[in-house]
């Protein structure tokens, strides 16, 4: 997370992200085992307002948006069947993330929206 202290540091802060020189990484704990441990996902995502939801959808889908992430698997747990993932975004779409890795049946641990088997608990660590 970056902040701006000045109004001329947000001003640069804005550019560096508009040319794409920040990199947005993340750490996510997703849903059983991947086949392969590293990865990129490209996909067209549309946005449906009305329940502010994203789908994958087909290329030229009207109004749909070109998605790109790739995945790098760092630890998985056979006992509770989750893997925890670093995700880096090349594009910053609605919902990117969660949306990408659900299509490929890899949802985020515990996302209702678009998880399928989230709302279990897991009593044990991951860890990393």
Same mark, same amino acid.
């Given at each position: ?33 991947? &086949? @392969? ?7 067209? *995502? $549309?946005?449906?307002? %009305?329940?502010?939801?994203?789908? +994958? ?20 747990? &056979? @006992? ?7 995700? *880096? $975004?090349?594009?910053? %779409?609605?919902?990117?993330?969660? +949306? ?29």
């Amino acid at each position: 997370m970056v902040f701006a202290k000045t109004s001329k540091a947000a001003a640069r802060l804005s550019e560096e992200v508009r040319e794409r020189n920040i990199k947005k990484e993340y750490l996510v704990v997703c849903d059983g085992k991947f &086949e @392969e441990s590293k990865g990129t996902l490209e996909n067209y *995502l $549309l946005k449906n307002e %009305r329940n502010n939801m994203s789908k +994958v959808v087909e290329e030229g889908t009207k109004n749909a948006k070109y998605a790109k992430l790739d995945y790098e698997v760092l630890k998985y747990n &056979e @006992e509770i069947d989750l893997s925890v993932v670093r995700v *880096l $975004l090349h594009t910053g %779409r609605h919902h990117q993330i969660r +949306v990408q890795l659900a299509n490929i049946s890899h949802s985020i641990y515990g996302d209702q929206k678009y998880g399928t088997r989230g709302r279990r608990k897991a009593n044990c660590t991951l860890g990393i």
